[in-house]
């Protein structure tokens, strides 16, 4: 006998007691509007929600469930792809274990995701300019919410390309301006000389 079609609301989304199997029936060829409730409903698989965090990372966060599954089913979560797991980090709301998990992860492009967030606080930004990889710390120097501290200590990485970026920043503290001012690198040098404000006055 063929398989008992799931019985469905007249708006073709799944019912609050759907079950786990149903949901996983569910998504196949549905509509955006019927992936987005899989994607809230607390019964649906952690792999579903890993694979539905691409195109739904915000109803992924909005999971109910979510917490429960981050503690019960750790290893699943930390098995979400890198693309899924950097689509989730990048939400605004996104919690700091999301962040954390971004940062664990093996794919660099969740990393990249944190590090594009428009507000993050100084202990994942101190995080950032820690890793390896010199573009990472370039973006973390462009960063509206990087401190003083941090601001200094980028200022003389060893990347060139870091200093660089850095060198943008229209807020530099005198001290780090004049460093940068003398940096080893011509690039650097020359955009510190084609962006400093000419000398204004009287003259008297």
Same mark, same amino acid.
């Given at each position: 006998?063929?398989?008992? *079609?799931?019985?469905?609301? +007249? ?7 759907? !079950? *786990? ?25 952690? !792999?579903?929600?890993?694979? =539905? ?18 503690? %019960?089913?750790?290893?699943?979560? #930390? %098995? &979400? ?15 700091? &274990?999301?962040?954390? =998990? ?9 990393? &990249?995701?944190?590090? @594009? ?16 990889? &010199? ?5 973390? +120097? ?9 601001? @200094?200590?980028? *200022? !003389? ?9 850095? *060198? %943008? $920043? ?6 780090? =301006?004049? #460093?940068? $001012? ?7 040098? #020359? #955009? ?7 000398? !204004?006055?009287?003259?008297?």
């Amino acid at each position: 006998m063929p398989a008992a *079609s799931l019985p469905l609301p +007249a708006d073709g989304l799944p019912a609050p007691d759907a !079950t *786990s199997a149903e949901l996983l029936r569910l998504v196949h060829g549905a509509p955006p509007h019927v992936l987005e409730a899989v994607a809230r409903h607390p019964n649906t698989p952690v !792999t579903l929600l890993g694979e =539905l965090a691409l195109g739904y990372a915000e109803a992924v966060l909005d999971n109910p469930a979510l917490p429960l599954l981050r503690l %019960a089913q750790a290893g699943h979560i #930390r %098995a &979400w792809s890198g693309l899924a797991v950097s689509r989730l980090a990048a939400v605004d709301t996104a919690p700091e &274990w999301v962040q954390e =998990l971004a940062m664990r992860h093996p794919d660099r492009q969740a990393r &990249w995701a944190v590090a @594009g967030r428009a507000r993050l606080s100084q202990e994942r930004l101190a995080q950032l300019a820690n890793r390896e990889e &010199w573009q990472l710390r370039a973006a973390v +120097a462009q960063h509206p919410d990087l401190s003083e501290e941090l601001v @200094g200590r980028l *200022s !003389t990485d060893h990347e060139y390309g870091v200093r660089l970026a850095l *060198s %943008a $920043r229209p807020d530099l503290p005198p001290h780090v =301006l004049d #460093r940068l $001012r003398k940096d080893p690198h011509p690039l650097i040098r #020359r #955009r510190l000389q084609m962006h400093t404000p000419p000398m !204004t006055g009287t003259g008297r």
